[in-house]
T-cell receptor, first 114, second 116 residues
Framework: ELKVEQNPLFLSMQEGKNYTIYCNYS?????LYWYRQDPGKSLESLFV?????AVKQEGRLMASLDTKARLSTLHITAAVHDLSATYFC??????????????FGKGTLLTVNP | GAVVSQHPSRVICKSGTSVKIECRSL??????MFWYRQFPKQSLMLMAT?????????EQGVEKDKFLINHASLTLSTLTVTSAHPEDSSFYIC????????????FGPGTRLTVT
C-alpha cells in the first residue's frame, strides 16, 4: 500500500524567508502532484512531476522529484502572505489497466506572517 | 484547462434522508472519476473510483450500500449518500483525469454536506 508522509504539518514563516516542505512516499510512484487548498475551497493544481530529477517552478514555488529517494520537495522562496494555505502532495500509483489512484499526504498548513 | 463542476455546492439535510451530489466534466470526457471525502483539518481520503458503464470500485472501509455511485455517462458521475447521519457531514470532492498527455487531475469545487 502506498503511503505518503509530509512534513512539517504546520509551518509558520515570516515574510521574505525561505523554507521547504518535504513529501516522502513509501513505494514506487508513477508521478507526484502538489496542490494548494485555501480554507473552504477545493484543490488548486500547482505542479505535476513526471520523472526522476524533474524540477518545476512557478513564481515563488519550486517543486522537485527524486524517485530514487522517493522524495519530493516544495521550496518556498521569499514567502509572502498570499502563500498562506494548506499544501498537499499526492503520489500517483497505477496498479494496472484502469486501476489507478492518488494517495494524499496529510497536508502542510502554511502561515506567512508579516 | 479542463473544468469539473459539482452540484450542489452546499447542502443541508436531515438525518435519515438521502442526498445526491453530481460531478460533471464540462469540456472533456471522463471514463473514470474519483470521489473523495475531507473532514475538517484533514486530508482528502479516496472513497471510490467511478467507472463509466461499470460498477464503482470502493476503498476499504467505505460502505457501497451507503454511498451509491452511478457513472451514467462520459461526463457525469453521481454520489448518493443514503440514510445520511451527522457523521457523514463532510466536504465531498470529485476529480477526473485529464485526457491525452495532460497527466492532470482536475478537481471539482466540492460539496459541503451538513446533516442535522
Amino acid at each position: 500500500e502506498l503511503k505518503v508522509e509530509q512534513n512539517p504539518l504546520f509551518l509558520s514563516m515570516q515574510e521574505g524567508k525561505n523554507y521547504t516542505i518535504y513529501c516522502n512516499y513509501s513505494t514506487t510512484s508513477d508521478r507526484l502532484y502538489w496542490y494548494r487548498q485555501d480554507p473552504g475551497k477545493s484543490l488548486e493544481s500547482l505542479f505535476v512531476l513526471l520523472s526522476n530529477g524533474a524540477v518545476k517552478q512557478e513564481g515563488r514555488l519550486m517543486a522537485s522529484l527524486d524517485t530514487k529517494a522517493r522524495l519530493s520537495t516544495l521550496h518556498i522562496t521569499a514567502a509572502v502572505h498570499d502563500l498562506s494555505a494548506t499544501y498537499f502532495c499526492a503520489a500517483f500509483r497505477n496498479s494496472g489497466g484502469s486501476n489507478y489512484k492518488l494517495t494524499f499526504g496529510k497536508g502542510t498548513l502554511l502561515t506567512v506572517n508579516p | 484547462g479542463a473544468v469539473v463542476s459539482q452540484h450542489p455546492s452546499r447542502v443541508i439535510c436531515k438525518s435519515g434522508t438521502s442526498v445526491k451530489i453530481e460531478c460533471r466534466s464540462l469540456d472533456f470526457q471522463a471514463t473514470t472519476m474519483f470521489w473523495y471525502r475531507q473532514f475538517p483539518k484533514q486530508s482528502l481520503m479516496l472513497m471510490a473510483t467511478s467507472n463509466e458503464g461499470s460498477k464503482a470500485t470502493y476503498e476499504q472501509g467505505v460502505e457501497k450500500d451507503k454511498f451509491l455511485i452511478n457513472h451514467a455517462s462520459l461526463t457525469l458521475s453521481t454520489l448518493t449518500v443514503t440514510s445520511a447521519h451527522p457523521e457523514d457531514s463532510s466536504f465531498y470532492i470529485c476529480s477526473a483525469p485529464g485526457t491525452g498527455f495532460s497527466y492532470e487531475q482536475y478537481f471539482g469545487p466540492g460539496t459541503r454536506l451538513t446533516v442535522t
